[in-house]
């Protein structure tokens, strides 16, 4: 029998197992990742980044294993649970900057606190608070086709922060882009979660984003190594990917 994580894990997950069309991804894959830190998951291309993001945000079912949030299996979890469960709970940032094409900046980013019934006001208020910390703020009224990527790409992130979700997955954020660009995002991103207690979960294949995290974990072959490369810069105690 299944037992849940530890009161201090807001998300964990044990023996993570993902193929795509037969095509092993992730193999016996562990992790846990505590409330309000910052963990960056690193690792060449086709490592399995992205589909373990996919799997701890509830985007794609495991194959076997288990995944927990909050004490409460995500595993088990039909299709329609865990469209909820991203819908309340969590935030997402791809390396494609997927914005609905017919609504404006200001919309896009107004839209999932609508969705989980914030009042026109409140949500429109902080899109507009959103936009201006990401510097686009002057193209609220555009819609995406009239932006570059990387203008699309910060509307995306202001999207994803502005209903404080309690986990931000970011896969790869700053891909679109340039140097300078990334780093001011990476910094947005990380003191948003400081400030606001979330948990932000970061996967990059660039070794030099880790340096934002509090820890680091490593995936080889959709596998941690072992020992898994863990590195805590300011969480207080302790905590390593299990295998």
């Known amino acids: 029998m299944s037992a849940a994580p530890p009161d201090n ?41 992205s589909t373990l993001l996919g799997c ?45 094409p017919e609504l404006t900046a200001r919309e896009n980013v107004a839209l999932p606190l609508l969705l989980t019934g914030s009042g026109h006001r409140a949500a429109y208020g902080a899109a507009a608070d959103w936009l201006e910390r990401l510097d686009v703020s002057e193209f609220a009224r555009r ?17 994803a922060l502005a209903p404080l979700p309690q986990v931000v997955f970011a896969d790869d954020p700053t891909a679109p882009l340039h140097r300078e660009a990334q780093d001011q995002v990476l910094r947005i991103l990380t003191s948003a979660a400081r400030s606001h207690r979330l948990t932000l979960v970061l996967a990059a294949h660039d070794p030099e984003l880790a340096r934002y995290a509090d820890r680091t974990v490593a995936l080889v072959d959709g ?10 810069r300011s969480a207080p105690a302790p905590l390593a990917a299990s295998h």
């Open 56 to 100: 701890l945000s509830a985007l794609l079912p495991v194959d076997s294993g288990e995944i927990w949030f909050n004490n409460s299996p995500v595993h088990t979890l039909s299709r329609a649970g865990r469209e909820r469960l991203r819908r309340d709970r969590f935030g997402f940032v791809g390396s494609e900057p997927h914005l609905v």
């Open 143 to 159: 819609r995406p086709a009239e932006l570059t990527q990387g203008q699309r790409q910060r509307i995306a992130v202001a999207r």
């Open 9 to 49: 894990d807001v998300l964990w997950a044990r023996g993570i197992v993902k193929s795509h069309h037969g095509t092993p991804a992730l193999s016996e894959v562990s992790i846990a990742v505590r409330e309000g830190e910052v963990l960056a998951v690193t690792g060449p291309r086709g490592s399995g980044k």
């Open 223 to 232: 596998r941690t190594p072992v020992p898994a490369a863990a590195v805590r």
